[in-house]
């Protein structure tokens, strides 16, 4: 079983900045991809930044130029930096991780971006 645990969201102005943090543990064995996803309220989960193992990112057209995924391999953690925030970025985020035979979700952490 891997255990995934969010941490960094929050309330947050418009043009705002945040940072949410990944830390994965458990029976980890070769991690294929890490990334985010957020859902907003009446609306579907949507993938919002992906990295692979060998590093290829993949950002939702909505958050590209804002934000910013990034690994640390030997942690076992994502991170995703979220700049320009905008009230549209509102939604509970949450950790993916898939390896060989498994796919794993965190618990998600709630952003709010208002005024």
């Known amino acids: 079983q891997v255990h995934l645990v969010e941490s960094g969201g929050g309330l947050v102005q418009p043009g705002g900045s945040l940072r949410l943090s990944c830390a994965a543990s458990g029976s980890i064995f070769r991690i294929d991809i890490m990334a985010w996803y957020r859902q907003a309220p009446g609306k579907q989960r949507e993938m919002v930044a992906s990295?692979?193992?060998?590093?290829?990112?993949n950002y939702a057209d909505s958050v590209k130029g804002r934000f910013t995924i990034f690994r640390d391999n030997g942690k076992n953690s994502v991170y995703l930096q979220m700049n320009s925030l905008k009230p549209e970025d509102t939604a509970v985020y949450y950790c993916n991780l898939h390896q060989l035979g498994g796919d794993y979700w965190g618990q998600g952490t709630q952003v709010t971006v208002s005024s």
């Open positions: 990295v692979t193992s060998g590093g290829r990112i």
